[in-house]
């Protein structure tokens, strides 16, 4: 059996990977300093896989300790979600963004590369593409970001870049995620951000729910059909699907530096978003329109093309089971884990 290292393995995306790698028979091994996550997210893995994981309480940035891990255990490959995430605190907070996201990354290829693993998955975000026009292909131009997160993203595919040119004996994969949504068919483990949600689907079920009393949608005069944004919308049961079409490829290459949009291909709007989570669920989400949000694009979508080519993937998932399966976690977990 073949070990992972999952670096964030207790969140959103991270635990529904543990699910998706435990089910394809890897070992996984989480490491997580908790900070946006709850161990429990852990125990509800081992729960709807009947699988055991081996969990520890460890940051990025201890090195002795990522030591003490990559020594005990045969480690084949790892996949890298732990990082920071949200746009308006990083640009309170630099410098925090910068500690986490890059230096945190830097300890732990340190480590990675000591022990000779040399297979690395890293979790990026279509925030690179900037403004280019829609939809999003891997071949554009990157780097263009208005904000501190955006930067450390650019920056780390940079670094794995760079780290790539200097011994291409690594295997490494930067996977672009759209927005992700949803949580597992089970309602044991979803999204369950700490404080006010910044994302837009943890704000909708938790309207719809009664925790919070309204939802802002931010601005409806842009230049699309119903004046809100779209975004490309992706199951996250879909988007940990992708992480294991990734880790078959890193495993039957040698040497390979690539980027892989993991979108739909397919736009929606906020409007269209919430309709659609009113209907299948039969719920209302009090809504009023806001100003723009700063750093908001009109639009945003993936070309799903290259992953379905050469990983042999594509999001199986529509709207509306999105919703539903993000509303089955709210009601069984109204406050979380
Ligand atoms: C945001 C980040 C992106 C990051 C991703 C994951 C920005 C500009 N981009 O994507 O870099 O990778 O989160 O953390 O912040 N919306 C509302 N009301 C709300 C919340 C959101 O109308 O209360 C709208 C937004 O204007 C947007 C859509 O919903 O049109 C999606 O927003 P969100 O979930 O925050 O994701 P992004 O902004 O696309």
Redo the contacts with the bound molecule.
């Keep these: 059996m073949k070990n992972v290292l999952v670096t964030g393995g207790a969140g959103y995306i991270g635990s529904h990977t543990c699910v998706e790698l435990l089910n394809a028979g890897y070992g996984v091994i989480s490491i997580d300093n908790y900070s946006n996550s709850a161990p429990e997210s852990i125990n509800k893995v081992k729960k709807i896989t009947g699988k055991n994981i081996i969990s520890f309480n460890c940051d990025i940035r201890d090195q002795n300790k990522l030591c003490e891990i990559f020594s005990k255990y045969n480690i084949d490959s790892v996949i890298h979600f732990a990082a920071l995430?949200?746009?308006?605190e990083s640009c309170r907070k630099p410098l925090s963004y910068y500690n986490n996201n890059i230096l945190g990354l830097i300890s732990l290829l340190e480590v990675i590369n000591k022990f000779g693993v040399k297979k690395m998955i890293f979790s990026s975000?279509?925030?690179v593409y900037g403004n280019n026009p829609v939809p999003y292909s891997e071949d554009m131009n990157t780097g263009n970001v208005?904000?501190p997160?955006?930067r450390t993203?650019y920056f780390s595919e940079q670094i794995l870049s760079d780290l790539y040119f200097s011994d291409k004996k690594w295997n490494i994969l930067l996977l672009r995620?759209f927005?992700?949504i949803g949580a597992h068919e089970s309602g044991l483990i979803g999204e369950d951000p700490n404080g006010i949600?910044?994302?837009?689907?943890p704000?909708i079920s938790k309207v719809a729910v009664g925790l919070l009393p309204k939802?802002?949608?931010?601005?409806n005069d842009y230049d699309t059909p119903d004046g809100?944004?779209?975004?490309d919308y992706i199951h996250v049961a879909d988007l940990a699907l992708g992480h294991v079409k990734a880790l078959e490829k890193i495993d039957s290459e040698c040497g390979i530096l690539e980027c892989f949009n993991l979108g739909t291909g397919k736009g929606n709007s906020?409007l269209e978003?919430v309709n659609t989570f009113e209907k299948t669920n039969n719920c209302r989400v009090n809504y009023e329109i806001?100003d723009?949000?700063s750093?908001?694009?009109a639009v945003?979508y993936a070309s799903a093309e290259k992953a379905k080519k050469h990983l042999n993937w594509e999001a199986k998932y529509d709207l509306e089971r999105m919703c539903q399966d993000t509303w089955r976690f709210q009601v069984n977990n109204p406050n979380g884990y």
């Design positions: 995430k949200a746009v308006g975000s279509a925030t208005t904000n997160y955006g993203k995620y927005n992700p949600p910044n994302n837009i689907m704000v939802l802002t949608i931010f601005g809100t944004c779209i975004r906020v978003l806001g723009r949000r750093g908001d694009i945003c």
